[in-house]
């Protein structure tokens, strides 16, 4: 391993070869000409104004060399008339039959043939729409927001048209200015760029010249110019949608399947040129692709990545690269009920409706504002599961510089209505204060900072519960904070500062972080980790240019340190890690990871026992992945982790191939199987947690999981398509040498335990899974969708310790299944 990150650092610290250098993308400029003609989208250039249309193609290479010369010319060509923006992108290549054109269902990139054209509406050099064609057709769209930052959830309603003759392709765009957003003026100047994918190569072109290590994108766009009176274009566009749902549902005299009936409305409306409405009313998500199964052993819940449209959509103004996704945890919206207790309780919570507003002002201000209602829902007894739910989130963010310095602040509150069942045991109120802001200087180095104030209020019961749980675990006997019962509010803060140099062959990275005990976020954000202080530094070297042996490479290695409030050391890791893709194309990577050095002790392992002291662990990860340009695209990674001594280890791998059956048909399959032992595991606590004569309770855990995850997507056109997904999950362990901690701080690893015998070992058992859902989407008219999807999931558990799969399958598909069908109709018009 060593000897890899040696040649890889080498390759990165050898200067680049000499080029001629092209000019600053911030001096590029192309014009936009008026069109008085109806211009016919089919991707070629006949109309007149193609012919006067001024001519740009000054692209160059960023991958894998930057500012490299481009393999191919490529030509863009700008018009507009009174309602839309079109641009004419020629790509010359001199084997139009090597091209390659795979379909996919929208959004999805392929390693196809690609022309990206890029909008910066407001020219503010932070934010920009994203629109993407290949040969087959297909789109894809996205924004950018943070200069860098991608979000690939907003669809716009757009066109394009793309041909294939023998001198390349063309791509013919239509972008309405209805989906762009900028300040009414009599002429207007948008940033502009045009990205080109070559395949074969695993070339990327752009105009103007694109240069990654500068680790930004919007303030590296040029310029178009020459719109002129175009007006002001209404924006409303209106969804509705009907829903059809056939369930299955356990019934004490056996299974039922329920016909249920739903409708909805989607909403977003242009309240100015600059200022949009985004309003949902009883919004669905069954075509949203289920979460996957896992094992988890840890005292935290774990966090899933959003999925649904709504709040994907339009999130980026919410997002501030970290503290802002930690207190706006949209999962949390529509959640699974907190108190579910039984099969046939509800699943989710339901959304009854949601609003968002965002708006860009003139002088660089941001604001957003995020109103939700949840109702109240009723387990199969009657009573509450999860209360009626309002959920406020408010956002201003003011530009300075061109983008180069920020500030920002965001609110959060959230209001339950609670009755006599639920009072005590869930917080009432939570509210949050965030101020974040950065500031660019030299053209490549930033300090930046967050600091923010978190308030849960609630009854005595439900403040005491939350003292208990694993972010806080007040009742640890060497806490700084003590747990107070008859407290009534949980109040708290967190802070932030880094500096780095985020451009550059090598980047650099310090970081410091301090969280109150008392911080308390879960109520609509998702922040475990409180009672904290930590620092953290990193380095990162990467090849600007391809050498002999590789295309790109890159090598990191950091440090991090964290401490409780109080001092006691609570973390430690090191990390050395080395990526390359080769001149085949084949990619590897390598990482060594070294964590619980020195005398670091974890506050969570006895779940509200004492600080447990660690011993290190050792992991080493190996990754392999194949050409993505070929029909078989294979993958694996290998790791191995050692800990507690040598007591512990985990032996992990994973196998998968992506597969393409000609240009319509593509395959995922991927295997992971997971073999480990874990020395300590904690078990159960006996006795008070107040008290002195508590069993704090370990054993050793040998377990296996095995997951098989499938994925099949046929594309029969770019507006229809089918997708499947399928994942069983299967895990089983056993239980052995049951402990209780002895001496917590102890040295000598075997010191802090002794046998403990007071209570029988519990099982643990084999546990299966299965989720899948079958999607079929056909966008039958720009904006319109019909969706027919058929869910399915299967859960068995038995005593048995042991992964044996073919029994295990079978078992599990004897279960009965969990069957939904699903028929959503949405009808997109622009009154």
Same mark, same amino acid.
């Given at each position: ?656 191939? &992506? =597969? %393409? +059956?000609?240009?319509?048909? @593509?395959?995922? $399959? #991927? ?8 020395? *300590? ?27 098989? &995850? =499938? %994925? +099949?997507?046929?594309?029969? @056109?770019?507006? $229809? #398509? ?8 299967? *895990? ?39 989720? #899948? ?59």
């Amino acid at each position: 391993m060593h000897r890899l990150v040696f040649v890889a650092t080498l390759a990165l610290l050898t200067p680049p070869a000499l080029s001629a250098q092209p000019a600053d993308p911030n001096t590029a400029q192309t014009r936009a000409v008026r069109t008085d003609e109806p211009i016919t989208l089919d991707g070629r250039d006949r109309e007149p104004v193609w012919a006067t249309a001024p001519v740009t193609d000054d692209f160059y290479q960023f991958t894998p060399a930057e500012a490299g010369p481009a393999r191919f010319r490529t030509t863009i060509r700008v018009a507009y008339d009174d309602r839309t923006l079109y641009v004419f992108v020629r790509a010359y290549d001199p084997s139009p039959d090597s091209l390659v054109a795979l379909l996919s269902r929208r959004d999805v990139r392929t390693p196809s043939e690609w022309i990206k054209v890029v909008i910066d509406g407001f020219r503010d050099r932070r934010s920009a729409l994203q629109f993407m064609v290949n040969p087959a057709g297909v789109k894809r769209d996205a924004t950018v927001y943070g200069d860098i930052s991608e979000d690939i959830a907003w669809d716009g309603v757009w066109d394009a048209a793309t041909h294939i003759d023998a001198e390349g392709w063309t791509a013919e765009f239509a972008i309405p200015f209805s989906q762009l957003r900028f300040t009414p003026k009599s002429e207007h100047v948008f940033g502009f760029g045009v990205w080109r994918d070559i395949a074969r190569y695993g070339e990327r072109d752009a105009w103007p010249v694109y240069r990654p290590s500068r680790q930004t994108f919007a303030s590296q766009l040029g310029d178009l110019v020459g719109i002129r009176d175009i007006g002001r274009n209404r924006r409303l566009e209106v969804m509705p949608y009907v829903v059809t749902k056939n369930v299955t549902e356990p019934r004490a005299d056996g299974w039922a399947h329920p016909q249920q009936q739903t409708g909805g409305l989607d909403l977003k409306a242009g309240l100015t040129t600059n200022i949009t409405l985004d309003a949902t009313i009883n919004p669905d998500f069954g075509q949203v692709e289920m979460d996957p199964a896992l094992l988890n052993l840890s005292a935290f819940e774990v966090r899933f990545e959003e999925r649904r449209p709504f709040f994907m959509e339009g999130s980026n103004l919410f997002r501030c690269a970290g503290p802002c996704e930690g207190i706006f945890y949209t999962r949390r919206v529509g959640r699974t009920p907190q108190l579910r207790a039984a099969a046939n309780d509800p699943r989710f919570s339901t959304i009854q409706g949601a609003a968002k507003i965002t708006g860009r002002l003139e002088g660089g201000a941001q604001f957003g504002l995020v109103a939700v209602s949840s109702a109240r829902e009723e387990g199969a007894g009657g009573q509450t599961i999860e209360p009626q739910t309002t959920t406020l989130v408010g956002r201003f963010v003011q530009d300075f510089r061109g983008g180069r310095s920020q500030f920002g602040t965001m609110v959060t509150s959230l209001v339950r209505n609670l009755d006599a069942s639920t009072e005590p045991l869930l917080r009432r109120e939570a509210y949050t204060l965030l101020l974040q802001g950065y500031h660019r200087f030299a053209d490549r180095w930033e300090v930046s900072g967050y600091t923010g104030r978190s308030t849960a209020i609630g009854s005595a019961e439900a403040i005491a519960r939350t003292q208990l749980t694993s972010v806080h675990y007040f009742q640890r006997p060497d806490h700084d904070t003590p747990y107070d019962p008859t407290r009534t509010s949980m109040n708290g803060g967190v802070s932030s500062l880094t500096l780095r140099r985020f451009a550059g062959r090598a980047r650099w990275e310090t970081t410091t972080r301090y969280a109150e005990p008392g911080t308390e976020l879960n109520d609509l954000g998702f922040v475990t980790l409180v009672d904290d202080v930590m620092l953290r530094n990193q380095l990162v070297l990467t090849a600007l240019r391809p050498g002999l042996w590789h295309r790109r490479v890159n090598a990191v290695a950091s440090a991090e340190q964290h401490w409780t409030t109080g001092g006691l050391p609570t973390g430690s890791t090191l990390q050395l890690h080395a990526a390359a893709e080769f001149v085949n194309f084949w990619g590897s990577s390598i990482t060594y990871n070294a964590s619980r050095l020195g005398a670091t002790h974890c506050v969570s392992c006895a779940r509200g026992g004492p600080a447990l002291r660690q011993s290190p662990a050792h992991r080493v990860t190996l990754t392999f992945s194949g050409d993505q340009r070929k029909n078989v695209m294979p993958d694996a990674s290998l790791s191995y982790t050692t800990a507690d001594e040598g007591r512990s280890y985990t032996k992990a791998a994973g196998v998968g191939v &992506t =597969a %393409r +059956a000609g240009t319509r048909t @593509s395959f995922e $399959l #991927s295997a992971n199987y997971q073999d480990a032992v874990i020395d *300590a595991q904690w078990v159960r606590n006996y006795g008070d947690p107040f008290s002195d004569t508590t069993h704090y309770t370990f054993a050793r855990l040998a377990s296996e999981t095995f997951d098989l &995850t =499938a %994925r +099949a997507n046929v594309t029969l @056109s770019p507006t $229809l #398509s089918l997708q499947l997904y399928a994942q069983p999950f299967i *895990a089983a362990g056993t239980f052995s040498d049951q402990r209780e901690i002895a001496s917590p701080y102890a040295k000598e690893y075997a010191a802090r335990y002794a046998s403990y015998a007071g209570v029988p070992l519990p099982g643990f058992g084999d546990f299966k899974q299965f989720n #899948s859902n079958l999607v079929a989407r056909w966008e039958y008219r720009p904006g319109s969708v019909l969706f027919v999807v058929w869910q399915q999931g299967r859960a068995d558990f038995s005593p048995m310790g042991d992964v044996s799969v073919g029994p295990d399958f079978r078992s599990l598909f004897a279960t009965h299944p969990d069957n939904t069908l699903l028929v959503k109709l949405s009808y997109w018009f622009n009154p």
